[in-house]
């Protein structure tokens, strides 16, 4: 099993239905990476994923949400990948949760 290091104490915060992690802190982590890029390719390279895997985490979190959270919006000068309303939802309120749920030294 691989265990990774955290120096500090954390509570990472992941949504969890039937066998799928449908959010998570490497989820919101690719959501924030395309918005900066504009690129899944980018945002995949980037966080050293394939294509591929960055793709199906997307299909994760579109199979479990009402609507898309990333569009692909093709041709002419604005073509590329970015954030739907709700892909900027759903990184915003993960990262107040997040933020509310940080851990102090001496908690």
Do not use: N
């Not at 591929?52 to 985490?57: G, S, T, Y």
């Amino acid at each position: 099993m691989t265990r990774t290091c955290h120096p500090d104490a954390e509570f990472p915060v992941r949504l969890v239905l039937g066998h799928d992690v449908v959010l998570g802190p490497g989820k919101v982590d690719l959501l924030e990476a395309i918005d900066r890029t504009g690129s899944i390719t980018a945002a995949a390279r980037e966080m050293a994923l394939s294509y591929k895997k960055a793709w199906r985490l997307i299909y994760t979190m579109d199979a479990h949400s009402a609507e898309p959270v990333v569009e692909t919006v093709s041709g002419g000068r604005g073509k590329g990948d970015r954030l739907t309303a709700v892909g900027r939802t759903v990184v915003d309120h993960y990262r107040r949760l997040q933020e509310r749920l940080k851990l102090t030294p001496g908690q």
